[in-house]
């Protein structure tokens, strides 16, 4: 079956359908894979005809239905392979998806040509029907850097001030226009004067044009094209609507307008989709997600049946009663409450610290009690809501000696020398990729100068061709010097001569006689500096990795697609990551630190979104709460230091938020040894102290104003209650006396209240403190 042409298999017959389906009732016959699913789980499975919405809850199981439901077509002959289609987020998760599938029917699943990610599923269409778009059907794939650069360029031809409107702020604009389905002709008025005084749709359409001769395309358009083929060729169209009997989508809480207006023409002859998500993990509306795609499924598709998977098999009672609680003050959710058979398990704790380096001493400590009670470090993550959060536990980790990882860092393909090796082997595949030609055409260094280069770009603008070619049309005239003629005419027959040793040489055998032959292996041998060896060894790694793939174009393919780390998960360490980078994972112990206001929920969301940001915020914190299966550990910090400058902080709304029942609150350790520290930090806000003594909750007859935050730990509030009560400070200071504080340093006495003191500090500003806290200098 594997042979035919995808558009020639026909449909299963009917008849032939109904006397499996019947035969199997009659004999009572319950498939092995379908045994052991609970009863939602069945339903979301044997549910195939007409549109289904499946609400997974976090650790629901939503894997298996998936895999089980593609197994359930399979098996009983409601389509072929080749007639399902099925989408999911990363090409990880489609490969895990087709092994399951085979192992749960007993072999190797053929034919699944279209199980893959939005992407590589656009890209797939794109190229049968290239020449509909104004492409070639060997159109190259840019990633960010590539389209920075060509981005650049056209801003400097069209005389805009790169430096006053830089080319990334560009092209987030772009982004953010392909993933809502927008070609340049749409761009709203009001947007296209977000970017150069009105000039964002022109620079737009000049961006696209520029990418038809280059014969290429960036991500947006793998799928932004693919509507404008949809709806500019009925008949292709048709097709695909024809092909695709089933439809799965994974993840369709995160999908954008582009994604989701792709699936929803691709549904409308048969409309037996899919779609599995929660709209309480909806975290990535800031790359374009649309949570109210999920919202609205079931107006898109009338009739729409929708099962709720509400059992959960990874957490304790606790965590996810903590979990249920928070997530229960949004207002955009359709719903649901996630319950387990396992035993209760601890509280989620909740602690208060005097500062970031006190937090990560105190979870650094922790973690090594842990290992000593013979816990695994794999199964320890530190989630955090900023990257920079992350800077105080690698110190700490590295002063313990605790191995860790850091995951989400950079990319094996993202470094410099992996982006000039797959340059030179892009331009041997794709000889018009201009950004191929452009990084490497003089790297190594080979004499051509800037003016080269310059002359190079005139004539392909006013040719309107490749730089490659361009370079043909030079060598051949004397427009160029003649040093820099001969080196360019040197380059381009060892770029011909490398292609046509494509096909009869092995991928890697000829990458290692380019990355040879162009002298970049050597230029690195001859540096000197320090991390010249660790890239010599990338090459190397590259080289063994590409073995892996087919042929050279299978692995371009790739990497224009794929950007997962490979990391090895077997190693024994600490999981260092942000909540959204967490999102899919689970592990038996998770700290949660950061939980201020403005940090979580972070301002920035607060600002530019408002209402619809504060509760993307907070699924996120669902999202990092629901990733613990044991233990969650939160905490927040009355001083953090952001950008090198000392911010005092409240503890995140969130945390109030928080059921009691299923929460236990720590004693707060302000890093002096005492409960007072607490105290001061609430001061400087200008509250009263028994307000800030520990996290709570809304009282019920509603007496906390405002989400205040009130005490539930009587220890801490009586401690801060007697340093309100000390002794006058008037006693024992006076106003312009020169004082030392332990966290602020030196400082003059500007105005005293009882025991409170508002000081100038020499470098730190004007502070309210305890007189409790300073000494006279």
Not at 62 to 68: A, C, D, P, S
Not at 164 to 181: F, T, V, Y
Not at 254 to 276: E, F, G, M, P, S
Not at 491 to 514: C, K, S, Y
Request: include cysteine; glycine fraction near 8%.
């Amino acid at each position: 079956m594997s042979g035919e042409d995808p558009f020639d298999l026909g449909a299963i017959p009917e008849e032939e359908t109904a006397r499996s389906t019947s035969a199997a009732a009659m004999a009572g016959a319950v498939p092995p894979y379908l045994r052991g699913m609970n009863a939602e789980q069945l339903d979301a499975v044997e549910a195939l005809d007409g549109p289904v919405l499946v609400l997974a809850g976090a650790g629901t199981g939503k894997t298996r239905v998936l895999t089980t439901r593609l197994a359930h077509l399979l098996a009983t002959r409601k389509a072929w392979p080749g007639q399902i289609l099925a989408v999911t987020f990363t090409n990880k998760a489609a490969r895990e998806m087709k092994e399951r599938i085979g192992h749960l029917i007993g072999g190797v699943v053929e034919g699944m040509q279209w199980l893959g990610t939005f992407h590589s599923l656009g890209a797939k269409i794109l190229r049968r029907h290239a020449e509909l778009v104004g492409l070639r059907s060997d159109f190259t794939i840019l990633d960010m850097d590539d389209q920075i650069r060509l981005l650049k360029q056209i801003i400097s031809a069209e005389g805009i001030d790169e430096k006053r409107w830089p080319a990334r702020q560009l092209a987030s604009h772009i982004d953010g226009w392909k993933n809502r389905g927008i070609t340049p002709d749409k761009v709203p008025q009001g947007e296209a004067f977000a970017y150069a005084n009105g000039k964002g749709a022109e620079v737009y359409a000049a961006y696209q044009a520029r990418l038809k001769v280059l014969n290429a395309a960036d991500f947006g358009d793998l799928l932004l094209e693919c509507l404008r083929l949809f709806q500019e060729n009925p008949d292709v169209l048709a097709t695909y609507q024809d092909r695709f009997r089933y439809m799965l989508v994974d993840e369709y809480q995160d999908t954008n307008v582009a994604q989701y207006l792709w699936l929803r023409l691709l549904a409308q002859k048969h409309k037996n989709i899919c779609c599995v998500g929660d709209d309480d993990q909806s975290i990535y509306g800031w790359r374009g997600a649309e949570v109210d795609n999920i919202l609205k499924f079931e107006k898109d598709f009338p009739g729409a049946k929708v099962v709720r998977l509400e059992q959960n098999y990874r957490s304790t009672p606790h965590i996810l009663g903590a979990a249920s609680g928070l997530i229960r003050a949004n207002e955009s959710r359709l719903g649901k409450t996630l319950w387990t058979e396992l035993d209760e398990g601890e509280r989620v704790t909740v602690k208060g610290v005097w500062d970031g380096e006190e937090e990560a001493r105190q979870i650094g400590d922790k973690i090594e009690e842990m290992m000593r009670d013979g816990h695994p470090l794999h199964q320890v993550a530190i989630l955090v809501r900023a990257s920079f959060q992350m800077r105080e536990f690698e110190d700490r980790f590295i002063n313990l000696g605790l191995p860790y990882r850091v995951v989400g860092g950079p990319r094996f393909y993202e470094r410099m020398e992996i982006r000039d090796a797959n340059a030179y082997f892009r331009l041997i595949a794709q000889p018009d990729d201009d950004l191929a030609f452009e990084r490497i055409v003089n790297k190594p260094r080979r004499g051509l100068g800037d003016k080269a280069v310059q002359s190079l770009h005139q004539v392909a603008r006013s040719q309107s061709i490749s730089l490659m070619r361009a370079s043909r049309l030079l060598i051949q005239s004397e427009e160029l010097k003649q040093p820099a003629r001969r080196n360019l005419t040197a380059f381009v027959q060892m770029v011909d001569r490398w292609r046509e040793l494509i096909p009869g040489l092995p991928h890697t055998e000829l990458a290692e006689i380019v990355l040879d032959e162009s002298g970049y292996t050597e230029m690195w041998q001859n540096d000197k500096s320090a991390d010249a060896p660790g890239r010599l060894d990338n090459l190397k790694e590259l080289i063994r990795s590409m073995d892996h793939f087919e042929n050279l174009a299978g692995y371009l393919e790739h990497i224009s697609l794929v950007m997962d780390i490979q990391q090895n998960e077997t190693e024994d360490k600490v999981n260092l990551m942000t909540m959204h980078a967490a999102k899919g994972l689970e592990f038996d112990t998770v700290f949660l630190p950061g939980w201020e206001e403005g940090l979580f929920p972070h301002q920035r969301a607060l600002d530019d979104q408002g209402l619809a940001g504060l509760e993307e915020e907070r699924r996120l914190a669902y999202v990092g709460i629901t990733r613990a299966k044991k233990r969650a550990h939160i905490s927040f910090a009355a001083n953090r230091r952001v950008h090198n400058l000392w911010q005092n902080a409240l503890p995140s709304r969130f945390i109030d938020e928080l059921p009691q029942d299923h929460v236990e609150v720590l004693e707060a350790d302000m890093g002096y040894g005492s409960y007072q520290s607490f105290g001061q930090s609430r001061f400087d806000h200008g509250f009263e102290t028994s307000d800030y003594s520990s996290p709570g909750w809304r009282r019920a007859q509603g007496q906390a104003q405002g989400g205040a935050m009130r005490a539930r730990a009587p220890q801490i509030e009586a401690q801060a209650e007697l340093v309100a009560t000390s002794d006058p400070a008037a006693a024992r200071y006076e106003v312009g006396e020169r004082i030392f504080h332990q966290k602020f340093g030196y400082g003059r006495i500007r105005l005293i209240d009882g025991n409170k003191l508002t000081v100038e500090f020499e470098k730190a500003g004007i502070k309210k403190v305890i007189d409790t806290f300073v000494e006279r200098h």
